[in-house]
């Protein structure tokens, strides 16, 4: 395949220093975000390596993919498998994505979730599996407070873990600082209660406030991991538009231990475009939300 005739790839924008990976190449990296992410890789994938890596080889002076791959199996951190992490890996996100799901949430999943935290004083536990920069995570709470009020969510009434593998995101996500643009979908009344003036004034920065992120937990963790360092049981688990870039067989495997995790009658909810999957053990509702049998 020539890379040159790829959509937005220049001749201005090709570092001369890195050369395009070779079929060969491209397999061996194929295969290692393959066991290291359990991302799917076609061959039309050879463009997003070498787009996404050629600045980081050019930086590390390398002028092969081969010689990356060295470099990244030499170091014995594994600091360099997290730069290739950060840079293969798909984050788009932001507030009130796939907005059928927080309708349901509070239509559906919040009121029983209310009438069991005042019944038998049950503890809310949720996961943004695969969180990005941390919108849903912040959407989650926000709901959250709204619908159930200070009074049940404080004293640890709920709390919710965030997780991603990619640690550009991450770090993004504790900063809890968004752009205007990035804020459009959030409801004005929303925005005022649940969100700060930032520290960058210049692009109407705005900044989640203390109190909701204080019910988030963000954490690094890769969900390939063998175990998972999570001892809660979740009422809602949200694992949206991840699976979806994920070898058939490893998804299958990542779905059994999100429903592990999930406490009796928990919630899964996918991306909407994630409705195929064989979930085993859960009920399907509408808009790829699944519930624990
Ligand atoms: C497209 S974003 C989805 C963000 C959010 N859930 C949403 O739907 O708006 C997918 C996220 O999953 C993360 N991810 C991919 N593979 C992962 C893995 N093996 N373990 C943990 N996170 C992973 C990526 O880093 C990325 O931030």
Excluded at 127 to 154: K, Q, R
Aim: hydrophobic share 35%; aromatic share 12%.
């Amino acid at each position: 395949m020539n890379l040159h005739t790829k959509p937005g790839f220049s001749h201005r924008t090709k570092l001369e220093s890195v050369r395009e990976p070779t079929d060969e190449e491209f397999e061996l990296f194929r295969k290692l975000v393959l066991t290291k992410l359990g991302l799917n890789w076609g061959s039309e994938k050879k463009y997003l390596l070498y787009s996404r890596l050629q600045k980081r080889l050019q930086h590390l002076k390398l002028s092969t993919f081969q010689n990356y791959f060295n470099y990244i199996h030499k170091e014995k951190n594994g600091s360099e498998l997290q730069h290739l992490y950060n840079a293969v890996t798909t984050t788009k996100s932001g507030f009130y994505r796939e907005k059928q799901h927080f309708e349901f949430l509070r239509r559906e999943i919040l009121p029983e979730l209310k009438e069991r935290m005042l019944r038998n004083r049950l503890k809310l536990r949720f996961w943004s599996a695969g969180c990005a920069s941390g919108e849903e995570a912040f959407n989650l709470a926000m709901e959250a407070h709204d619908f159930l009020g200070t009074g049940l969510i404080s004293n640890g009434g709920l709390r919710i873990l965030a997780s991603d593998v990619n640690t550009e995101v991450l770090d993004s996500a504790l900063k809890g600082n968004y752009t205007a643009e990035q804020i459009n979908n959030v409801p004005d009344e929303m925005k005022k209660r649940f969100f700060v003036s930032g520290a960058n004034q210049q692009n109407d920065e705005q900044t989640i406030r203390t109190d909701i992120r204080k019910c988030i937990e963000f954490r690094h963790f890769n969900l390939m991991a063998s175990e998972y360092p999570i001892a809660t049981k979740f009422q809602l688990i949200f694992c949206r538009n991840l699976l979806y870039y994920l070898h058939p067989e490893i998804r299958e495997l990542l779905l059994k231990k999100l429903v592990d995790h999930l406490d009796e009658k928990g919630w899964l909810v996918l991306g909407v475009t994630e409705s195929g999957y064989n979930v085993e053990g859960l009920q399907k509702h509408s808009f790829s939300t699944y519930r624990k049998i």
